[in-house]
């Protein structure tokens, strides 16, 4: 009988390699298939460590093979993928038994033909598995052509990426990145300070056999270290949130009884801190486009018991459905390309191209142009992003700049939020980098209305 979490994760990935969903809807319907917390973990991390690997994979199924990826069934190819990642990168999992099942599950999924041909590649792989047939990594750095196939293939990303990475950053950096991309993401959790200390939440889950420690850079986060606080019922005392993703709303800075807005904020972690940060006071106003995702949005205010946070559902274009200058404080979490957050969102790797970046980056200009209205002379925008690329982060501030002489940069090295000084560039903008901070690749810059 095939394992169950293997079923599961054959069933989310081909439905992400199909294109029928995204990878955390992907992962939702995987999760209702599997009863047992165990299967649920395991058939998680096959779903995530095979996307990660999966250049790596088709390299290797090409080798063995002979034969051109595109002349593959996609199921086959899925089912190649999840197994090569098992055999290669999981030992909790007797080789043996992954092959045994990989074969059945080409069987159950209509293959019986390429069951032999799955069997001969996965035996094959095995054989070689102390040498595999990957580029190996360069001697001389300076080997331009060399460093590319290693941290493109055998390191398992698109080479358009990394070959940006290693013209910004050199080798050594560019290497360190990749690595941190394919090693599994922590769960992070960012407390809720108004309903108890970081310390009182460490001190509750130590009680329920949950062991966390203090976030490194992000003043209010805990890292689970053994154990899952998410069995337990949610009660409003943290939100899970990316480390990196914590310290953004650091940068605006709110203070009690601003009236703020929070225009992208689904699912409401960064609301939440805003609103620790005024204290539950003045008025937040925190916005979304989708149903969906204004959905999740009261659902996160009400969990968490805010009083003074309002939800909104804005239009995609035209106007904001605020007064000009209303509010003293805006930040804007933009719709991005996604490729600072690799390590947690593997998918995104093969999903988005090159040439999506100038799209993207007029898209977010526009947003924050359409912001920019909203803010009180004195006030502060903050445009934030989770992407790693200049196109949609200091690139998209610059032009912003120059058309909008009303605003200036704020150098946050002098804005006294201490928290953020190991994470703040030489313009005085946030920038987590992986092989600097051990966080995901994530921008920030404040703005400031200094005239109407």
Known sequence: MIASAR?????????????????????????????????????????????????????????????????LDVDVL????????????????????????????ARSAGKTSAAGFVNAVLRSTLRQRRALPLPPRPRDASDRDAALRYLGITCSHPDWLVA????????????????????PAPLTLSVNRLRATRDEVRAALAADGIQTQDTRVAPYGLRVLSGNPLTQPADGR??????????????????????????C????????????????????????????????????????ALRHTHVVQVATAGPLPFREATFRRVLIDAPCSGLGTLRRDPDIKWRRSEHELAGLAERQLALLLRAAQTVQPGGRIVYATCSSEPEENEMVVDRFLASQPAF????????????????????GMLRTLPFVHGLEAFFAAALERVSH
Request: proline fraction near 4%.
């Open 7 to 71: 079923t599961a994760a054959f069933h989310a990935l081909s439905a992400v390699a199909a294109g029928r969903v995204d990878l955390p809807t992907a992962l939702a319907h995987s999760r209702d298939r599997l009863s047992e917390g165990r299967d649920r973990s395991l058939a998680a991390a096959i779903v995530h460590g095979t996307l990660r690997w999966q250049r790596a994979s088709d390299h290797l199924v090409e080798h063995f093979a002979r034969r051109s990826l595109s002349t």
């Open 78 to 105: 899925v089912i190649l993928r999840l197994s090569l990642f098992q055999i290669l990168h999981l030992d909790r999992v007797p080789a043996a038994a992954v092959v045994d099942d990989a074969v059945s599950l």
């Open 164 to 183: 940006r990475w290693l013209d910004r950053f050199g080798f050594d950096d560019a290497e360190a990145w990749v690595r941190f991309n394919n090693d």
């Open 238 to 263: 943290f939100l899970v949130q990316d480390e990196a993703s914590q310290l953004v709303p650091l940068a605006l800075d709110p203070r009690p009884g601003d009236r703020s807005l929070d225009l």
């Open 265 to 304: 904020a689904a699912p409401g972690g960064k609301t939440l801190l805003l609103a620790g940060d005024m204290q539950d006071t003045g008025v937040l106003v925190a916005c979304d486009v989708r149903a969906r995702r204004v959905a999740l949005l009261r659902e996160t205010v009400r969990l968490t």
């Open 408 to 427: 200036r940069l704020v150098d946050l090295r002098g804005d006294g939020r201490t928290a953020l000084a190991p994470v703040l560039d030489d313009r």
